[in-house]
């Protein structure tokens, strides 16, 4: 692995806690701390769309999508550090409002500096977004 | 395995694959090698993966993986890239992917693969589910 020497460069366990930190704000929908894991030129780029959204046009998805989802959860977190970022595989987990459930695979590349995050890619499959299954009894 | 040599293990993996080179992806796949698609959600072993790609490859005239972002960490690599494809009529696509390899031993134990499958179509030329084909 490669060794960030600059002043902002973080070690493989602030990286890691970082990550998680990142996941579990997300998760419990409190976008105050996802706000302060963003740097200010913070910016996010998923394959589904393949174009960048800055970090306020990210925040905003973020709040939207909280309202059309009763519970996501992100488990089976992998993480493995590099000299600049994390790579994170996790499954996601959503319950709809109908009581609907699906699950998916996904992964995000992150570049990370001074504490923040400074850029995420994310790749999943969309067509697994059409394929709730029903409550389970 | 050195960061060098990692990275080393990744070109010459894309290199074997955009270059047909069968025999080279023999010599990488560890015997033991897992491939995982987020697609399907299943593993095949690396053998069944050999198997699959000369029909696989009959499909495109050409792919090139382009535009390689690689990262290494203790035990592996990321990388992401895009899959450039020409189909035998011409028509070109991308595909945005991110291939999570282990290694070990100056090969490759197991891929993760993550794309999106909606892009298929796209890149294939061919139209979507529900979409007639605009022809002339």
């Known amino acids: 692995m490669r060794v960030d020497q600059s002043a902002d460069a973080m070690t493989d366990p602030e990286l890691r806690e970082l990550c998680n930190r990142f996941f579990d704000a997300l998760e419990r929908r409190d976008i105050a701390a996802v706000e302060a894991i963003y740097a200010p030129d913070f910016s996010f780029w998923i394959n589904l769309a393949g174009a960048e959204s800055s970090r306020e046009q990210n925040l905003k998805t973020l709040r939207e999508g909280y309202a059309l989802l009763r519970r996501r959860s992100y488990d089976d977190r992998t993480i493995d550090t590099f000299g600049t970022g994390f790579l994170a595989r996790y499954s996601v987990n959503v319950v709809q409002h109908d009581g609907r459930r699906a699950s998916f695979p996904a992964c995000i590349v992150a570049q990370c500096k001074a504490g923040r995050i400074t850029r995420i890619e994310e790749y999943m499959d969309s067509s697994r977004f059409r394929r709730p299954r029903p409550e389970a009894q | ?136």
């Open chain 2, 1 to 136: 395995m050195t960061d060098g040599e990692i990275r080393e293990l990744c070109k010459r993996f894309f290199d074997a694959y955009e270059n047909r080179r069968i025999d080279e992806l023999a010599e990488i796949y560890a015997p033991d090698c897992v491939i995982w698609h987020n697609v399907f959600n299943r593993e095949m072993s690396g053998a069944e993966n050999l198997a699959a790609l000369p029909k696989s490859y009959g499909g495109q005239r050409r792919r090139t993986y382009d535009d390689r972002t690689i990262n290494t960490f203790d035990g592996g690599f990321v990388i992401q890239y895009t899959l450039a494809g020409v189909q035998h009529n011409g028509h070109k696509g991308a595909l945005w992917i991110c291939i999570v390899a282990l290694c070990r031993d100056g090969k490759i134990t197991r891929i993760d693969e993550y794309m999106d499958s909606s892009k298929f179509a796209a890149w294939a030329g061919r139209p979507r589910d529900g979409e007639k084909r605009n022809e002339a």
